[in-house]
């Protein structure tokens, strides 16, 4: 069973950073999509990046495009996403997400998910 912990989230201001961390346990994860989705209230949950396992090739959404940047450390089975340029717009649950193969933008692609963590972006 993978689980996937997510961290890394908080209080920060526009123009700020935060770089998320996502830890996986229970598999090694590095054929592994991972994808990195968050979901603003009353909105859909949304792919903002994702890196695949196989060619590490990479998917921005163009809302962070430039200003977020997604990578991995398979020796330690984590992903991250550092996030620059913080806007109030970026405020939202943000999720960790594995799937076999390479990246989807879907959230049905994903097999596995974390709990989340709070990103708040203060104006």
């Known amino acids: 069973q993978v689980q996937l912990v997510e961290s890394g989230g908080g209080l920060v201001q526009a123009g700020g950073s935060l770089r998320l961390s996502c830890a996986a346990s229970g598999r090694t994860l590095s054929s592994y999509a991972m994808g990195w989705f968050r979901q603003a209230p009353g909105k859909e949950r949304e792919c903002v990046t994702a890196?695949?396992?196989?060619?590490?090739?990479?998917y921005y959404a163009d809302s962070v495009k430039g200003r977020f940047t997604i990578s991995r450390d398979n020796a330690k089975n984590t992903v991250y996403v550092q996030m620059n340029s913080l806007k109030a717009e970026d405020t939202a649950v943000y999720y960790c997400a594995a799937r076999p193969g390479g990246w989807r933008t879907s959230r049905e692609r994903y097999d596995y998910w974390g709990q989340g963590t709070q990103v708040i972006v203060s104006s």
């Open positions: 890196i695949s396992g196989n060619d590490g090739s990479t």
